[in-house]
């Protein structure tokens, strides 16, 4: 009887334990159309991993390009199923058309996992701007944005029609006048000699990057490399500085406030080009405010906070 109570007993104990709750992760992304930087962290926002795929953008890649992108990293892949919440802030995700398809592919790749989908803007207003404030927020890397955030929604007043047609400042769009100076014979010989060094300038090679592989404009933003690199020659500076103004006209002064209010900035271009902008917002009375090469570490208090 002794045997049979003690038995008993021990399995009430084992049932009455409380089942342990499964851990949330937490998938961060802020992607362009270059590369995309991943952070998973628990809900203490700790991180448990790290990782960094070629960029995600729905408006340049099918579903099957996406799809093997995501395999191509083996956290990714190993915690797909794992995966609880997925907050993702893309390039190419500024219609309600590409948000859906895009959520989607993830949802069919994450099942376990709620999908929110959001354009990148929306990385760099949580990562740039203090709670409740108005600013304006731009992108400048491989591609450019720019939005006025009011404290609480975002507002765009110029939809992005891509690389071919718009994206002033970007990266890319630097990229292809570097290319177009140099075989308009425009770039100086001694600038010349050191672009094509650093570059395969074979027409062949440069035509079937643009015009027959994936993402000409991540191909194009390469270039820009070389621009920051020599930016203090005369030539650089004027392809910068057109740029810029042009950004500032084009984006910037769409918002009546611009003046009033501090404009942020996230993105490659603008963090190694920061004193040029500087400059150049002195000369239009505007105030710089944040400048960051990537938002994803500021995401993590965001969420954190906001959990």
């Not at 989908?117 to 890397?141: F, H, Q, R």
């Not at 300038?201 to 000409?216: C, F, G, Q, T, V």
Request: charged share 30%; proline share 3%; hydrophobic share 35%.
């Amino acid at each position: 009887m002794q045997i049979l109570y003690g038995t008993y007993f021990k399995l009430e104990k084992q049932n009455t334990k409380k089942p342990k709750k499964p851990k949330k992760m937490r998938l961060l992304v802020d992607s362009g159309s270059t590369k995309a930087d991943w952070i998973a962290i628990d809900d203490a926002g700790k991180v448990l991993f790290t990782t960094q795929t070629l960029g995600l953008n729905p408006e340049i890649l099918d579903g099957d390009e996406i799809i093997e992108r995501l395999n191509d990293r083996f956290d990714i892949l190993q915690n797909k199923k794992e995966a609880t919440h997925l907050f993702f802030y893309g390039a190419g995700c500024g219609t309600d058309r590409m948000k859906i398809s895009l959520s989607q592919i993830f949802q069919n790749y994450f099942p376990n996992a709620i999908i929110v989908v959001e354009e990148d803007t929306y990385a760099a207003v949580y990562a740039t701007t203090p709670k409740g404030e108005k600013a304006i927020v731009s992108i400048l890397g491989t591609g450019s944005n720019c939005s006025y955030f009011d404290g609480k929604e975002l507002h765009q007043k110029v939809q992005s029609l891509g690389y071919i047609v718009m994206d002033d400042c970007s990266g890319n769009v630097f990229g292809k006048e570097l290319i177009r100076k140099y075989y308009f014979n425009k770039m100086p010989k001694e600038l010349a000699v050191e672009f094509e060094k650093e570059y395969d300038l074979d027409p062949d090679a440069i035509k079937s990057k643009l015009y027959k592989e994936a993402n000409p404009n991540a191909y194009l933003a390469t270039f820009a490399k070389f621009l920051i690199q020599h930016k203090d020659t005369e030539f650089c500076k004027k392809i910068i500085f057109k740029g810029m103004k042009s950004f500032v006209k084009n984006y910037i002064k769409q918002y009546d406030n611009c003046k009033e209010v501090p404009v942020h900035f996230v993105g490659s271009i603008a963090f190694y080009l920061k004193d040029e902008l500087q400059e150049t917002f002195d000369k239009y009375e505007l105030k710089l405010g944040n400048v960051l090469r990537r938002p994803i570490d500021g995401l993590i208090a965001y969420h954190i906070a906001n959990k």
